[in-house]
């Protein structure tokens, strides 16, 4: 669409000259450009504490680095080695693994579940239909909420747990066989079979099938093994206040990292993902992974017909959104979660690839669209750039202070609600049992109700409706918890989520 300015009278030599020496040129003088935007865009949207880039293109990296600080209490600063929680960009690591797995012949993505799985608890009119391409492409038509909600956000499981757990699965509220219906669910029922059959989980699948060829030794799957490395890790942040960005109250742990969003990774590993992407499994000048399977996975297995900010969704790989950006056809995959947010990216037809991950999602979390957009943009030499991305800054600025507005009006009008419950909280203390979902308790702290299920914990607010409460165990989601009273008059249950929990 664009294209770099240059004076008509040297249009004649710039054709002699060797496209390697004009990438080179750019190569060289685009660092520079990024870290300038890069501080400028930290500077204005003010809610984000820190930032790392990676940008490639088919020789390597171009750039990577870091700005800001990885957390706000510890003032540590980001650079290219910094961790980085990348959430559900992680489903492209997942699904190439499991394709590794199939080239060479150990499963076929295309059998039904039943016939690699027989004794899983797949409804056998699910499991004698679909397959692994089907799971992973986000067009199964299936879901399984309790084996999605205890990997991604209570924790509470075990290996043998989530095996039996998968009687659970069911056809999607809403959903198709064959329909594009994203969802985490595909992926966690489809490693929780994979391990069973193969005893190997997804942590070791996709250290020995795709992190170990590539060399990406700075991304893991454990928040304790991040911790280890000496490096800062990127802490979850929102920026509710003006100037007072603060820690996520739910912050990964090792029991939440799992096969949907489960890996922390550096600018440097960053680079190197997608050279391997842009390449075909080569990195370095090697082959590190076999030509064609990485290839293999950018090619749309499911259509869709949407748009996520300015990217047009045309189609779903193995996990990897097919799409454009502009005029170029764009593969991608984006992450977030309580206040981490991961853009990874790239353009195949023009070699070239993008990741920004940031420690804040509540309320510029899209700021990593914006400065992976600005890179493409540069590439393509968009007149006037700077000024182009720095109006965008002040739109970003201006969503930004809205958000923080609605929030607090939210606030402050929940703060008026008034009692609902027509007992004294005392009364409902206690655990209350979900076989599927767990265990929620309901506790008393300074003339409160706290309510907890796995490593989630919230406050509970007053809510419109008898017998209810509303809670934020995911911060920002707001959810409604509704007391069922016995024939005692006493509460004999709560639902959640339409899950009904017995008290203990």
């Known amino acids: 669409m664009f294209s770099r300015c240059v004076p008509t009278v040297l249009a004649t030599a ?34 984000v504490p820190g930032m790392a880039v990676a940008v490639v293109d088919g020789q390597g990296a171009i750039y990577t680095g870091g700005f800001g600080v990885a957390d706000v209490q510890t003032g540590a600063p980001v650079d290219a080695d910094t961790r980085f929680y990348i959430a559900s960009a992680t489903k492209s690591v997942t699904a190439l693994a499991v394709a590794s797995l199939a080239a060479r012949g150990e499963i076929d993505l295309e059998a039904p579940l039943s ?39 209570s924790g509470d499981w075990t290996p043998e747990l989530m095996w039996r757990l998968t009687d659970q699965t069911q056809p999607r509220e809403g959903g198709a066989y064959g329909a594009f219906a994203y969802s985490n669910a595909g992926y966690n029922l489809a490693t929780v079979l994979l391990e069973q059959a193969r005893g ?31 490096e800062a890790v990127a802490t979850g942040h929102l920026g509710l206040i003006a100037g007072a960005t603060a820690r996520s109250p739910l912050q990964k742990t090792d029991a939440t990292m799992q096969s949907a969003g489960g890996l922390i990774s550096t600018a440097h590993d960053m680079a190197l993902w997608l050279e391997a992407q842009i390449n075909d499994g080569r990195v370095g000048g090697r082959q590190a992974l076999p030509a064609g399977l990485v290839a293999s996975t950018h090619a749309a297995r499911v ?30 995959h984006f992450g977030n979660f309580s ?59 201006a969503r930004r202070d809205r958000r923080r507005a609605g929030l607090a009006a939210g606030l402050k009008s ?31 702290a300074d003339g409160r109700l706290i309510l907890s299920i796995g490593v989630q914990s919230a406050v509970a607010e007053n809510y419109t409706d008898p017998e ?30 339409g899950e009904r929990f017995v008290r203990r």
Not at 133 to 148: E, F, Y
Not at 209 to 228: K, N, Q, S, Y
Not at 475 to 496: K, Q, S, T, W
Request: glycine share 8%.
């Open 14 to 47: 710039i054709l002699l000259v060797p496209q390697s020496m004009a990438a080179a040129e750019d190569r060289a003088t685009f660092p520079a450009a990024m870290e300038a935007f890069a501080r400028r865009a930290l500077v204005r949207t003010e809610a």
């Open 115 to 153: 016939r690699w799985s027989p004794a899983s608890g797949v409804p056998a009119e699910i499991a004698d239909r679909i397959t692994l391409t089907d799971l992973l492409s986000h067009r199964s038509g299936v879901d399984n909420s309790p084996i999605a909600f205890r990997a991604a956000f």
């Open 200 to 230: 190997q989980d997804w942590r070791a699948l996709v250290r020995d099938e795709v992190l170990g060829p590539l060399g990406m030794t700075e991304t893991t799957a454990f928040i304790d093994e991040a911790r280890a490395s000496g």
């Open 303 to 332: 259509s869709q017909d949407t748009t996520f900010g300015e990217y047009v969704r045309t189609g779903y790989g193995l996990g990897w959104q097919v799409g454009r950006y502009r005029d170029n056809v764009l593969i991608h």
């Open 339 to 397: 206040g981490s947010r991961a853009h990874v990216s790239f353009m195949p037809e023009r070699g070239l690839g993008v990741a920004v991950m940031v420690n804040e999602d509540a309320v510029a979390g899209e700021l990593a669209d914006l400065v992976a957009n600005y890179a493409y943009d540069w590439f393509a030499g968009l007149p006037d750039i700077d000024a182009v991305y720095d109006a965008k800054l002040d739109e970003l600025a």
């Open 414 to 444: 929940r703060a008026q609600r008034p009692r609902t419950l027509s007992l004294p909280d005392a009364a409902y203390v206690g655990d209350y049992v979900s076989l599927a979902y767990g265990t929620m308790s309901v506790r008393p």
């Open 468 to 497: 209810s409460l509303r809670v934020e165990l995911t911060p920002l989601a707001g959810e409604v918890v509704a007391f069922n009273l016995g024939a005692d008059g006493r509460p004999a249950a709560l639902v959640y989520d």
